[in-house]
């Protein structure tokens, strides 16, 4: 079985620029999720999708950060513009039962702001 | 609300030497509980999880954590570590009908030879 994939593995912009990270999660899985990992710390949820729905986007700055998943399959995190403060892994993951709470993760997004 | 702790940001230990890392946790409802690792440039990886039944939990690599709600703690051990257990490891609790996988700040272990 395919595990969560994510592209591009490494992203180097400068401020201001936008950027884009897309991700499909294993087959048959109608929840994902994108988190924020900061140096040092765990992962933060930015938001949740059921299906093509967003159910949870509490968290996600909504003045530059942007997401959508239309077909309930893969999805795309977009950040425009990039701030220095946005340099951090962008983490994918998805699950099939929300209510246990066990995740799949991708192997993320380094993102890099200069 | 919920939240995690982990104890300590790094445990430095030598090579077949026994490990515990340790995490306790806050909620106000029924918990669902979760110890993810992560390599180096990896995601992470599901270790082990306590939903309901034996507070004793059993994962891969030869982990296991022990819930114990009293002290609303969920420590992982392991009897014996290899160089190749090297890596972050975080906790992480899931609560009542709230889906939120809410995660410590993780601790490193280290193994040396």
């Known amino acids: 079985e395919a595990g969560v994939v994510q592209s591009p593995r490494y992203k180097i912009i400068e401020k201001k620029q936008p950027v884009a990270f897309w991700c499909n999660p294993i087959?048959?899985?109608?929840?994902l999720y994108w988190y924020l990992q900061n140096l040092g710390q765990g992962p933060e949820l930015l938001i949740r999708?059921?299906?093509?729905?967003?159910?949870?986007d509490s968290q996600l700055p909504k003045d530059r950060f942007s997401a959508e998943r239309l077909k309930g399959v893969d999805s795309t995190l977009k950040i425009q513009p990039a701030e220095l403060g946005d340099s951090a892994v962008y983490l994918c993951a998805s699950s099939t039962h929300r209510g246990s709470g066990e995740q799949y993760f991708g192997p993320g997004t380094r993102l890099t702001v200069t | 609300a919920q939240s995690v702790t982990q104890l300590d940001s790094q445990v430095p230990v030598f090579e077949e030497a026994p490990v515990e890392l340790r995490c306790n946790y806050s909620s106000s409802v029924s918990v669902y509980l979760f110890w993810y690792v992560q390599y180096p440039n990896q995601g992470l990886q599901l270790l082990l999880k306590?939903?309901?039944?034996?507070?004793l939990v059993k994962g891969i690599n030869g982990f296991e954590a022990e819930f114990n709600k009293s002290q609303t703690s969920f420590h992982l051990r392991k009897p014996s570590v290899h160089i190749s257990d090297t890596a972050e490891y975080f906790c992480?609790?899931?609560?009542?009908?709230?889906?939120?996988?809410?995660f410590g700040k993780g601790t490193l272990l280290t193994v040396n030879p």
């Open positions: 306590y939903l309901s039944g034996s507070t």
């Open positions: 999708y059921e299906n093509e729905e967003a159910v949870d």
């Open positions: 992480a609790v899931s609560g009542g009908s709230n889906y939120k996988l809410t």
């Open positions: 087959s048959g899985h109608n929840t």
